[in-house]
């Protein structure tokens, strides 16, 4: 007599490549500077892995490339990125621009989009005239030139706020290197009250023709 074995019901084993590791970004341009920050948590759900990662990557002494999502992508990505402007250093013995990485990162990006790096980007830089640029990324290569723009997990809350003081500011009226500062400021502490995976302290790069001055802002612990 055969034995019936009895198995239970079917179990289903779901495949889940990508993590939120939280964080966020706000990036500011103006005539002569770009402003991008970065808060430093790291974390996963109720988990903090750190409290001291920045999210920020300088890319020359006129870029920095601001990442935040699934932090193993984001080491990802920005390795690719980082070899390819050493290739294109040794093969034209000259440093990409802004523009020319700003199209690169797109290509890299859609060149995934079957798979997508789960990573918000935000490229900022000077352009050629020495003017204030920032690029805004989709996960799956669209490239949007902004003024300012907020992402991460507290981009929906930043956004706004942003969006109030800069919104209508016009080419005669140009926002200042310490408007910015203090919106990037504004913008992070309101958000360390609301939102759980934003926190610890803000690393801001602002970039301007002489070279990018770092600076560290303390956010709240818990």
């Known amino acids: 007599m055969d034995t019936i074995i009895d198995r239970g019901a079917p179990k289903a084993r779901n495949f889940e490549p990508y993590a939120s590791n939280g964080g966020s970004i706000v990036a500011i341009s103006g005539k002569d500077f770009a402003i991008v920050a970065s808060d430093t948590r790291l974390s996963e759900g109720y988990m903090i892995y750190t409290r ?8 020359s002494d006129k870029s920095v490339l601001g990442c935040t999502g699934c932090w193993c992508d984001t080491l990802s990505l920005t390795n690719i990125i980082q070899s390819q402007l050493k290739s294109y250093l040794y093969d034209h013995n000259t440093i990409m621009q802004p523009n020319s990485i700003a199209q690169l990162l797109s290509t890299l990006l ?3 989009r079957f798979f997508p ?12 005239n ?20 907020a992402g991460g997990s507290s981009g929906v809350l930043m956004q706004p706020f942003l969006d109030s003081w800069l919104g209508k500011r016009t080419a005669d009226n140009p926002v200042t290197e310490e408007e910015a500062l ?19 302290e803000v690393v801001y ?3 301007k023709k002489d070279g990018i001055q770092t600076g560290v802002v303390q956010l709240r612990k818990d």
Do not use: M
Request: charge should be negative; proline fraction near 2%; glycine fraction near 10%.
């Open 52 to 59: 001291k990662q920045s999210k920020l990557f300088q890319l």
């Open 110 to 112: 859609y060149s995934r």
């Open 117 to 128: 790096y789960y990573v918000y980007n935000v490229l900022a830089g000077l352009d050629n």
């Open 130 to 149: 020495g003017e204030g640029c920032l690029y805004s990324y989709d996960p799956v290569g669209h490239c949007e030139k902004v003024n300012y723009t």
């Open 182 to 200: 203090s919106l990037v400021k504004d913008a992070f502490t309101a958000a360390g009250e609301r939102d759980i995976y934003t926190g610890d």
């Open 205 to 207: 790069n602002i970039i």
